[in-house]
């Protein structure tokens, strides 16, 4: 195995490169913007081989440590107080950070016509979101497995309901009450409150 140790001080523009000769340790120097591309042609060098990835057709938007993504109305199977409930739940887009192989925190947001960046988002409409768009996640796993993160965030939307109410509502109302609601019923725009913006707030366009 060889091995490179690169010196770099705030105080020089430079950096050193220790390597042996003869039984001797050296340092030599080399400029930062030079060392910077080394690494970088070598970088690309070791990954033009591998294949790229398809990214899943549900991601909107993806950066380092973060995502944003959506998924359609459905029909959903939640649980809350030890009961499930068969319900109509939103179109959704979740916005994401995780670190590593763990989830750190979730937005989440509803919305009644997709229209790409200009996409106007309510905050979601579900117990757990705390009377704002951040998701109140608790004790539910985090843990990303394979680097699926929305599978991560799909468990974590999946665990059983605490929350007695729902906040993100015109007029407040208990969890039981929505549930049953939504059994026969879709999200409509009266039941919410004002939009909290579009979707080009919380992305690169």
């Not at 117990?127 to 998701?135: G, Q």
Request: aromatic share 10%; net charge positive; with cysteine.
């Amino acid at each position: 195995m060889r091995q490179m140790v690169i010196r770099i001080t705030d105080k020089s523009e430079d950096a050193q490169l220790l390597y042996k000769r003869g039984g001797k340790e050296l340092w030599k120097t080399i400029a930062l913007d030079r060392l910077s591309e080394l690494i970088s042609n070598a970088v690309i060098q070791h990954q033009s081989g591998e294949k790229p990835q398809m990214l899943d057709k549900r991601i909107i938007a993806i950066g380092n440590g973060s995502m944003v993504f959506h998924t359609p109305e459905t029909k959903r199977l939640v649980f809350y107080n030890g009961k499930s409930f068969e319900i109509n739940y939103p179109p959704c887009i979740y916005r994401v950070t995780y670190t590593g192989d763990r989830i750190r925190d979730i937005w989440c947001y509803t919305f009644f016509r997709y229209a790409g960046a200009d996409t106007e988002l309510f905050c979601m409409p579900m117990p757990n979101m705390t009377a704002s768009d951040h998701m109140c996640i608790g004790t539910a796993d985090r843990n990303i497995i394979d680097g699926n993160v929305i599978e991560a965030v799909g468990r974590i939307v999946d665990a059983e309901y605490t929350h007695d109410h729902v906040d993100n509502l015109k007029e407040q109302t208990s969890t039981l009450k929505w549930f049953r609601y939504l059994k026969n019923h879709k999200v409509k725009r009266s039941d919410l409150k004002k939009s909290v913006g579009r979707l080009r707030d919380y992305v690169k366009t």
